[in-house]
């Protein structure tokens, strides 16, 4: 078992008059396995410090600081779209070749 480090951030902001408050960086989680990664976060954004906060224009409160995906969620993405590619690439060639083998159109030979 190892320890995480999970940088926390509150943040609040106003939309039409209303406040809202929020605490999501980015969409990746940030589960760090070194301290000083996670504070490496952090010092970005310092407490008296004005950040811009990006929101759903309908729903203020689905709101993050940091919009858009990181280079490991897309290269964890694609693995599993490899992985699931190549999955079903094996099992269309193994229907395909069973079906022209039950219509006569294959023959197995040894």
């Known amino acids: 078992m190892s320890v995480r480090y999970c940088p926390e951030v509150t943040y609040s902001f106003e939309v039409n008059g209303i406040s809202y408050r929020g605490n999501r960086i980015a969409y990746k989680?940030?589960?760090e396995q070194r301290m000083d990664v996670a504070q490496a976060i952090l010092s970005v954004y310092p407490s008296d410090k004005k950040v811009a906060v990006y929101y759903h224009p309908n729903n203020p409160e689905r709101c993050?600081?940091?919009p858009g995906f990181h280079v490991s969620q897309i290269a964890h993405y694609l693995c599993f779209g490899i992985?699931?590619?190549s999955v079903g690439i094996?099992?269309?060639r193994l229907c395909w070749g069973n079906i022209l083998e039950y219509n006569?159109?294959?023959r197995r030979t040894g």
């Open 29 to 31: 989680e940030f589960r």
């Open 104 to 106: 006569g159109i294959l």
């Open 90 to 92: 094996m099992f269309s």
């Open 64 to 66: 993050i600081l940091e």
């Open 83 to 85: 992985l699931f590619l």
